[in-house]
T-cell receptor
Framework: AQTVTQSQPEMSVQEAETVTLSCTYD???????LFWYKQPPSRQMILVIR??????QNATENRFSVNFQKAAKSFSLKISDSQLGDTAMYFC????????????FGQGTELSVKP | SQTIHQWPATLVQPVGSPLSLECTVE??????LYWYRQAAGRGLQLLFY??????ISSEVPQNLSASRPQDRQFILSSKKLLLSDSGFYLC?????????????FGPGTRLLVL
């Protein structure tokens, strides 16, 4: 069975600085996808970024980028120029290819951006 | 564009009472639909998923059930609520014919069972 581990329950960063959130996963699959979701205080889950396992190039979305290390089964999220609105719970998620879209979530990292 | 609605937003129910949570998706057809539960602000647990009408799979045995009366409507129900059913319930949709089947979530329902 696949598992997703986020080893940092809480993190904080100063506004305008850079922070990296860690995520590791365990799978024997070769075809899969990885996601980072953000859950602000409103509790709505918002997609931040996604990565196909077969792509070596790391995904980037504006200030958000990932460091995908397939051999190490690591999928960290880097937030550059942190903003107060980035304060949220961040979840890493795994999905096997061709599995009806079932997501397996990590336990989350609570990020606080301080002014 | 696609939107997903959930209601009610908040619900307080006594133990032993029935439950019905509704999720509706607009702007797409034949979506895959999902129900998740989130306890104590931590990870999400997949409860049910549906790849079509009359095609519903349960991931976790419990006293909850799901139904899909219409293509874009997904209902989460219980005949008798337990205290342990309290939590935050999220509905999500995805389209299965994309390169990456990405799930998009609704605003959620906060359920408190007393």
């Amino acid at each position: 069975a696949q598992t997703v581990t986020q080893s940092q329950p809480e993190m904080s960063v100063q506004e305008a600085e850079t922070v990296t959130l860690s995520c590791t996963y365990d799978t024997s699959e070769n075809n899969y996808y990885l996601f980072w979701y953000k859950q602000p205080p409103s509790r709505q889950m918002i997609l931040v970024i996604r990565q196909e396992a077969y792509k070596q190039q790391n995904a980037t979305e504006n200030r958000f980028s990932v460091n995908f290390q397939k051999a190490a089964k690591s999928f960290s999220l880097k937030i550059s120029d942190s903003q107060l609105g980035d304060t949220a719970m961040y979840f890493c998620a795994f999905m096997k290819g061709n599995q009806g879209g079932k997501l397996i979530f990590g336990q989350g990292t609570e990020l606080s951006v301080k002014p | 564009s696609q939107t997903i609605h959930q209601w009610p937003a908040t619900l307080v129910q006594p133990v032993g009472s029935p439950l019905s949570l509704e999720c509706t998706v607009e702007g797409t057809s034949n979506p895959n639909l999902y129900w998740y539960r989130q306890a104590a602000g931590r990870g999400l647990q997949l409860l049910f998923y549906s790849i079509g009408i009359d095609q519903i799979s349960s991931e976790v045995p419990q006293n909850l059930s799901a139904s899909r009366p219409q293509d874009r409507q997904f209902i989460l129900s219980s005949k008798k609520l337990l205290l342990s059913d309290s939590g935050f319930y999220l509905c999500a949709w995805s389209v299965g014919d994309r390169v990456i089947e990405t799930q998009y979530f609704g605003p959620g329902t906060r359920l408190l069972v007393l």
